[in-house]
């Protein structure tokens, strides 16, 4: 069985078994007819402190991608090496790029009314959010979450990170941790979970608006990237961390890492 064409290629929605759907369905007439899929790639974790040098974008209408948005931005301080370890992207490659005055607006333009997809979207979201901001421009939008709707239909999956979705469905990502790559395979999942839970599930497909500033505000799950990446840096500094993946905020896994990274014990 195969699902809806993206980029003149099809590809398998569930080519495995015990995918964990009783039976198919016509997508087409349920799941979001036209939405931007979108990612971003960072110089860290925090959206008030770091930069998006990234992003990857497409516009979805009918299954199909229509237009397409990839482009870097010049960051104001030279990218680190362990940021260019985990996305690939290097100094030599922004150095060229247009500034985040020019991008920016260009990215919101872009979006339009549309709504926005992604996995654990209210990270790439907040990075946006306040980049536009910081321009005096408004970006108050709807969005769907992956990973949320994976963590819903998906609830003894070990991992829920965009890879590890990407791998129980078949769904090949030629270039993880790069925006435009990442964003093709969002959408790609976001089609596929739609197909097969999207009837018995229907809230969680909902579009929602998206919120991520104000006093108060609700504590997030950290990032699947957040996650690995706090993984990694305790195995190599031979580190025990007393933390629950599942529970993990976002704010205590940038509080970990920054404490790590700086030489202390959590």
Not at 58 to 81: H, N
Not at 173 to 197: I, M, V
Not at 206 to 234: D, H, I, Y
Request: hydrophobic share 40%; charged share 25%; net charge negative.
């Amino acid at each position: 069985m195969r699902m809806e064409i993206f980029e003149d290629k099809a590809y398998p929605a569930c080519g495995r078994s015990g995918c964990g759907a009783e039976k198919e369905r016509n997508t087409a007439e349920d799941m979001l007819k036209s939405y931007i899929a979108f990612d971003l790639e960072t110089t860290g974790l925090s959206p008030e402190t770091n930069e998006i040098i990234e992003i990857g974008a497409l516009k979805v209408q009918d299954g199909k991608v229509q237009e397409r948005f990839m482009e870097f931005i010049m960051p104001s301080e030279p990218i680190s090496a362990r940021i260019t370890e985990i996305t690939g992207i290097t100094n030599e490659m922004v150095a060229d790029a247009r500034s985040r005055e020019e991008v920016i607006p260009a990215f919101l333009d872009f979006c339009g009314n549309e709504v926005l997809v992604g996995h654990n979207i209210i990270f790439d979201y907040s990075f946006m959010k306040n980049q536009a901001e910081l321009l005096g421009l408004s970006f108050e939008k709807q969005g769907i979450d992956t990973l949320k709707i994976a963590r819903r239909v998906h609830k003894n999956m070990e991992s829920k990170s965009l890879e590890a979705l990407c791998a129980h469905y078949e769904i090949d990502n030629k270039a993880a941790h790069r925006a435009y790559h990442d964003a093709l395979a969002t959408a790609k999942l976001y089609q596929t979970l739609a197909h097969y839970f999207e009837e018995r599930e229907p809230q969680v497909f909902k579009p929602a608006p998206l919120n991520c500033s104000g006093k108060g505000r609700t504590e997030f799950p950290a990032s699947p990237k957040q996650v690995a990446f706090l993984a990694r840096l305790a195995a190599q500094k031979k580190i025990k961390i007393n933390w629950n993946p599942e529970t993990l905020t976002k704010s205590e896994a940038s509080r970990l890492i920054e404490l790590i990274l700086s030489g202390g014990q959590p």
